[in-house]
């Protein structure tokens, strides 16, 4: 793995492929589909223990982009009545390493853990065409993916720092779906 002597790389680094690291981990999935009536639901589960010793590291860590435990409940169930399907879906992923300078340590805080709910609603208006709405993370949960702090300190001696967050706390989508097809029976209600 490459390491670098600068904060950033630059053409005057100095750069070696002195680097190492390790990753190992599982993954778990399972799917049930029909044990319950018009229902398909499913889980994956992963677990990722990696440290990396690259860059300008100081020495091995967990990256800031590798999360330990990702979790993801998928369900999506066919109301006959209403003509429609409707789903939730809820993530996980435990905290992130990140260095605070106002603190000794490399890499030695982590985010709060991410959590988002959403569901969604597919409509069949007729067998090819559909629509469809949903919401993402409609709990507002506020998730940080991490910080970015400023280069000098306050007089105080703090380093000020700003929250890397998603755009909006919620999204929004309608859609409409149209199959185009010979066979008059297909539609996308399988992919939603």
């Known amino acids: 793995m490459v390491k670098y002597n600068n904060s950033t790389p630059i053409y005057t680094s ?4 002195n680097g190492n690291g390790f990753a190992k981990g ?19 589960y992963s677990y990722l223990d990696t440290e990396r010793n690259y860059k300008n590291y ?10 330990k435990h990702n979790l993801s409940l998928v369900a ?4 006959a009545d209403w003509k429609s399907q409707i789903g939730f879906s809820y993530n996980f992923a435990s905290g992130r390493n990140y260095t605070n300078p106002n603190e000794g340590g490399f890499l030695n805080n982590k985010t709060k853990n991410y959590n988002s709910l959403s569901i969604n609603w597919a409509y069949l208006i ?3 065409k559909i629509l469809y709405l949903s919401v993402n993370n409609i709990l507002g949960t506020q998730n940080v993916f991490g910080y970015n702090y400023k280069n000098t300190a306050e007089p105080n001696g703090n380093f000020d720092r700003q929250a890397i967050i998603p755009n909006a706390d919620r999204f929004f989508f ?12 297909t539609n996308q209600l399988d992919n939603l």
């Open 14 to 17: 100095n750069f070696n492929n």
């Open 26 to 44: 599982f993954d778990v999935f399972w799917r049930q589909n029909g044990k319950i009536k018009n229902t398909d639901y499913w889980v994956s």
């Open 58 to 67: 100081p020495k091995s860590a967990r990256p800031g982009f590798a999360s």
């Open 76 to 79: 999506k169930h066919w109301v």
């Open 126 to 128: 007729d067998q090819q």
């Open 174 to 185: 309608v859609g409409f779906f149209w199959t185009i097809s010979d066979n008059k029976k």
